[in-house]
């Protein structure tokens, strides 16, 4: 069953939650997954903090754990006012607390989990809100020992990256079995998710899609200069440099573009340096290529606001962020043909899809889109305002609340039988 985000439609909940005295008392929400805020890179750090800063605003008390590798931007984990962070460690009216993880590619995640599940059961949450399949594995935890309601969002497939070794690999595939079959609820950001998960396990997954807000162009200033670019002189691509964001593609699909028009490739490593260092080695065959490494706020938005067109050549994507974005700046797209692109819009005139993995294919698609002039602008407006009005960050805040208090409203019986019961 797919979820439609406008009506607040459910499908039915499998619960069991103690009931409250006061059905409107602040929940006690802990959100476990992300690497932490305020967020800079990361979908799913921006979907946390979205998401988390509106439950706050409607009176939920919202803990947000945090990597202590992440939080050193701002300070000694205890705020310091740098980047919104009040002294007392509050972000967005949300609680950001630091909790030390082993840094390392195959551990950090899972070892950062593990303390955080600890301490969200000590704090006695109601909602103990997981993000991704790996921090997942900590599910069963407060699902059978504690009365917290546990919630799983699935951003991606993050058993299908190439960027992990036998071993992970495995580890998430048992984490994405766990998911739909763990959790009271598991959410899913794309429609393509939610079949997936249908199709795979039976489980009726429910449908919150992340949001976006409005953008107002900026004016070229120090981004552009920094790099040489002029407005409406580049193409944009923005993500990790992960294998299967495709960035060697592109560079190479860009060097069938001729002329002036450069391609800033906006993103850094995720535990991929060999895989950057590839693309520094294919960048280095054309002098147009500029990989500017992670770019944040306002000069994010300065390169958003004046490229030619924003292009996302994934083989593997949950729902990008970053493609709603460039949506919503009003810029023209070029992005491979995966289920979660096509659902965003289809195959339209500022919206040109190309058949994923194909070099070919990608070089058509630019030379199209660039060649398209102001129909293109004009078509990349519409699909803005469809856009806008589909991807909402309150509505999806008011949609996962609306799931966290079927769940505290129920009583905790016949857990087992119901959990099991669940995918086979």
């Not at 670019?229 to 069938?256: H, M, Q, S, T």
Request: with cysteine; net charge positive.
């Amino acid at each position: 069953m797919i979820v439609n985000p406008r009506n607040g439609s459910f499908p039915a909940l499998q619960r069991r939650r103690r009931p409250t005295s006061d059905g409107e008392r602040p929940l006690r929400i802990a959100m476990i997954g992300q690497k932490g805020l305020p967020a800079t890179h990361g979908g799913v750090e921006r979907h946390v903090e979205e998401i988390g800063a509106r439950l706050a605003d409607l009176g939920d008390d919202v803990t947000v754990y945090c990597r202590s590798s992440y939080t050193g931007r701002w300070g000694d984990g205890h705020g310091g006012g740098v980047d919104g962070v009040a002294t007392d460690g509050t972000y967005r009216g949300m609680h950001l607390r630091p909790v030390a993880a082993l840094g390392t590619k195959h551990l950090d995640a899972i070892t950062h989990s593990a303390a955080s599940t600890a301490a969200a059961m000590h704090m006695h949450a109601d909602i103990v809100h997981y993000h991704a399949l790996g921090p997942g594995l900590l599910a069963p935890a407060p699902r059978m020992l504690s009365r917290a309601g546990v919630v799983l969002t699935v951003h991606g497939l993050d058993n299908e990256r190439s960027k992990w070794s036998g071993a992970a690999r495995a580890a998430l595939g048992a984490a994405h079995w766990m998911s739909a079959r763990v959790p009271d609820v598991t959410v899913a950001v794309s429609h393509a998710l939610v079949e997936h998960y249908a199709h795979e396990f039976g489980r009726e997954a429910v449908y919150v899609p992340n949001g976006v807000v409005p953008r107002s162009p900026c004016p070229s200033g120090a981004a552009l200069a920094q790099y040489g670019l002029r407005p409406g002189g580049y193409l944009l691509f923005v993500g990790r440099l992960v294998p299967e964001k495709a960035a060697d593609l592109l560079i190479r699909a860009y060097r069938r573009v001729p002329g002036g028009l450069r391609l800033v490739i906006a993103g850094g490593s995720s535990f991929t340096d060999d895989y950057v260092a590839s693309l520094h080695r294919l960048a280095r065959r054309d002098q147009r290529v500029v990989l500017s490494g992670y770019v944040y706020g306002d000069r994010l938005a300065e390169l958003y606001s004046n490229a030619a067109a924003f292009v996302l050549p994934s083989n593997l994507e949950g729902m990008a962020l970053t493609l709603l974005e460039a949506v919503s700046y009003g810029l023209p797209v070029v992005a491979s043909d995966i289920a979660p692109n096509r659902e965003i819009a289809g195959e339209q005139a500022g919206y040109r899809l190309f058949r994923t993995g194909d070099e070919e294919a990608l070089a058509a698609a630019l030379l199209r889109v660039l060649a398209g002039g102001q129909a293109e602008r004009a078509a990349a407006a519409r699909l803005r305002e469809r856009v806008l009005a589909d991807y909402c960050w309150d509505t999806a805040a008011r949609q996962m609340r609306e799931i966290y208090l079927e769940l505290v409203r129920e009583p905790a019986t016949s857990r087992r039988a119901v959990h099991l019961s669940v995918g086979g």
